[in-house]
């Protein structure tokens, strides 16, 4: 990696309990050495149970969010996790189009684990429509795979179709399938599908897929390959599960200053 720190602008909501979220993503660039230029798509109340309400930013304060930085600071790579709105969505691809050279990774959250609904199907429909052709990676799991290509009868299908809208890769989580271990898929425009298989972990994670992307779009920064990105991002992340820790009565929330000894 770089000796400089890069700097990754986050578009992703708040997240009271610091497991997902904005905080996710600061803690996870910090650990792998970039910086975070949070951007605040969404205020939200939940726990580590679930959800309760979502209430989006102002279009115009987020693009006042994101201008400000861009224009000032150098960005190495774009991290979007909660999108917010159609209204945020339209903003992120006006930003988006302004900065075609700057990597996009997509985390396409559209539920809670408890099951609360983030985004609306207008809402899917304009990340399929505006932000998936201007995705460099998409990093869903096998239930937001399939919602952002409804039509399709199988993953591999659905994977086809999104990538043949323009998004150049998927990193497809197979956390939510009933295998032994966790089988993840990466697919790319005219290439095999890789995998990678990891030990399954016994508890439900808050935050996991906000620590993934973010991981993804931190080591994209510091110039790695893209499969070399994917493959230490799945490292961070699953090292961050490993330690994760029950704060409350739901779900574990991971740690992702497992590398630092001194606070275990």
Not at 215 to 220: C, F, S
Request: charged share 15%.
């Amino acid at each position: 990696m770089s000796s400089e720190k890069p700097v990754v602008m986050c578009f992703s909501g708040l997240d009271p309990t610091g497991g997902a979220g904005i905080q996710a993503d600061i803690e996870t660039l910090f650990s792998i050495g970039c910086h975070g230029a949070p951007v605040v798509t969404a205020l939200t109340a939940q726990n580590t149970q679930n959800a309760i309400t979502s209430l989006p930013t102002e279009p115009s304060l987020l693009i006042q969010q994101a201008r400000a930085i861009l224009e000032d600071i150098p960005i190495s790579c774009f991290k979007i996790g909660l999108p917010g709105s159609i209204d945020c969505v339209e903003v992120m691809h006006t930003l988006l189009e302004a900065y075609p050279d700057i990597p996009v990774v997509l985390d396409p959250i559209a539920s809670a684990g408890g099951g609360f609904e983030f985004s609306s199907e207008e809402i899917l429909d304009a990340v399929r429509t505006l932000l998936l052709p201007l995705t460099t990676i998409l990093t869903p799991n096998t239930d937001e795979l399939a919602s952002l290509a409804p039509t399709a009868d199988t993953l591999n299908a659905c994977a086809n179709e999104i990538l043949d809208s323009g998004c150049q890769h998927i990193l497809l989580t197979g956390t939510h399938a009933k295998t032994p271990e966790v089988v993840n898929k990466l697919y790319s425009t005219h290439q095999d599908i890789t995998f990678f298989t990891w030990p399954r972990l016994e508890h439900v994670y808050h935050g996991s897929g906000c620590t993934l992307a973010a991981a993804v779009a931190g080591y994209l920064a510091h110039k790695l390959s893209l499969q070399d990105a994917v493959q230490r991002a799945q490292r961070f992340t699953w090292e961050s599960l490993s330690h994760a820790t029950r704060m409350g009565f739901g779900q574990h929330i991971p740690n992702r200053s497992f590398w630092n000894k001194q606070i275990q």
